[in-house]
Each structure stands twice: as structure tokens, then as C-alpha cells.
């Protein structure tokens, strides 16, 4: 007969489909019952998503029948529903950043879709409305925020405590900060793990509303362990209009809802052309993708963004769009995407 321990120590083994990541680790080994000739072994699969159960059921089944030949093996997958956004914060995740509300990731798939650009407006946006904003950097393979706020300085360390840098009404810290500018940096997953909890206990957060975490793109296990590592309450997807930044927003919001991370809603950024003469709006890309992708997952469209040469130059030059010309059609775009993101955080 097959000890228990034996057979978790052989569910370590069997990775999560398109994942590196083990079964075990990943937290959905629920029940392991071992009798004289029988391994019950019963999955919590945190997602409604049912296409994975297969291939999760052969694996562990074809893997444990070769362990422990003589057993009949046994695997049951149940899903677990992630719960739609809500106000309230979930209790067992506030371990850290006691003095933030809450912690809603800037996500996305797919690089280069603007990630970046929306959070530092967004931020700025929210801000505008009245809440207490934080922006934390965590992109592990280019931290770009500060660049994009135009900070120059490393925050003030004072022996014990990191001070967040406050810029146009944001508080502001990157995993930039830790490294000089010229250090190529292979972040390791513990050394990810380390740096963004050192971001996130041994910075002097003041009391924030929200605070908005610049995720690196991608959907693999750097992603994963950072949205594990940070106990996030939400996530805002962002997307552009092609297909394939689309699919990859896909990707995104199942693997934030594998987690237990609601999502919050979807931003379709670079969407349509506004002309900077007559203002007039042309759509570049097919129109109607991401909120007919948005109906099918069932999250909302939280706004879309215009291409455009204002938003562009406010990153390069430090001073976002939200900020430099907060009464223009980009920034009331960002705005209105600020609204949503308040109200849901608010009254959901
Ligand atoms: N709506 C927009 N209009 C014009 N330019 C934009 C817009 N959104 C983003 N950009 C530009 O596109 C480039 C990529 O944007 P950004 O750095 O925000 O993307 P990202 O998703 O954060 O990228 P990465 O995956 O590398 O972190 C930047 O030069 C940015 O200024
Ligand atoms: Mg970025």
C-alpha cells in the first residue's frame, strides 16, 4: 500500500497543463485518501473553465497507475468558481499592504499594448477623482513607470523604511528602484518573490484607496507567482483591437481567474484614430472584437483608448496625458475609464 506522503510527493510531479508549474503547488490537490487497494485523489480546479479536466485526469491517473502499479486509481475534478468583482476585500489575502484598500493589477497578455501607458493614467485618473492612489512597478523585464512619470530619483531610504516617491497625486514605487539603471537584471522567481515583497513590507505606504500594480506581460509562471506573491483584489485587462493581442487578453483572464483574482473589466487601447485636427474618430482596427470578447467572459468593457500621438509623447516625456491635458479627449477617455474603475471598486 502507498503511504499518503509517497503519493503527494508523486503529485509534485504531474505539472498543470500549459503550465511548468506542479499540481501541488498550484493548490488544487484537495484530497488524497489512500486505502489498501485504492488512491482517491480529489482536484479543486479554481475556474469554470472544464477543458482542462482531461487532460489534468490522465495525467495524474497515468502517472500515479506507474508509481504505484497494483492500485486502482481514482481522480475526481471539481471546479471552484472565482467570484465576480467584489468590494469585499478577501480576508486570508490581506497579509501585506495593510494600509491599502485594495490591489488591482494592470495586466495584459500580450507586450507592448500599452500596459504601462494605462496604469500611469489611470493612476493619475483616479487620483483626479478624489481617492488615494499608489502605483507599484513590478515589471520584472523593463520597470518603465518612473520614466513615464518623469522621476528621476531613487526614493529616500531611512535606515529602515523605503519612502514612496509622490508624483502628480500618486505614490510611487518600482522594482527599478532597487537596481541601477545600467544593471542587466535576470530576475529569478525567488529573487522576484523577494523584491516585490520587499515593495510591499518594507516601503512606508500611507493609507491608499487603491494601488495599481504594473504587471510584466505574459501569461506564464513569472506572471503567476507575481499575481500569488502580491494577493491582488482585482485585475484590469488591457488589450488592443487585434486579434492576437486579444487572444492573449483571453490567456490573461484565465489565468487571474485560475487564481481567484476577479477581473474587473477589459480597456481596449490604441482602438480607434482621433483626428488632432477635427477630432474626428476613425477606426483603424475591426471594431467590436474585445467587447464582443468581453460579453463571452463575462466582464465588462471598461473603455477605450485612442491611438494617439498626445499619449505617446506624455510617456516619453514624463508627464502622462491624464495630467498634461486633463480637459482633451484622451484624458476624459482615461477619466471615464477611472469612473468605472471607482465605481466598481465602490459599490460592486
Ligand atoms: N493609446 C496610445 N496611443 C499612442 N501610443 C501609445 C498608446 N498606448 C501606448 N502607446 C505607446 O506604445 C508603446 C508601448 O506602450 P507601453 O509601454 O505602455 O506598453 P506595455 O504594454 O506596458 O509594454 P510592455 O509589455 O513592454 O511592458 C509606448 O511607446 C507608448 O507610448
Ligand atoms: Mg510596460
Redesign the pocket.
Known sequence: MAAKEAVVEALKEVSYPGFSRDIVSFGIVQGVEVSDTAIQIKLVVKSDDTSIDDKLKTSVQEHLEEKFSGQSVNVTVEHQTAPQFSTQPQEEKVTYLSTVKYKVAVA?GK???????VAVNLAVALAKLGLKVGLLDV?I??P?IPLMLGVNDKPYYDGKKIFPIEKFGVQLMSLGFLVDNNEAVIWRGSLVHRAVQQLMNDVAWPELDVMLFDM??GTGDAQLTLSQSVSLDGAVI?STPQDVALLDAVKGVKMFRKVNVPIMGIVE??SYFLCPHCGERTNIFSTGGVKKECDKLDTALLGE?????A??TG??EGVPVVQADPDGAQAKAFLEIAENVKQKLQTA
Open positions: 495584459s507586450g507592448g499594448v500599452g500596459k504601462s501607458t515589471d523585464y523593463g518603465s510584466p506581460p488591457v487601447n490604441m483608448i485612442p491611438i494617439d500621438v499619449i505617446r510617456g516619453d
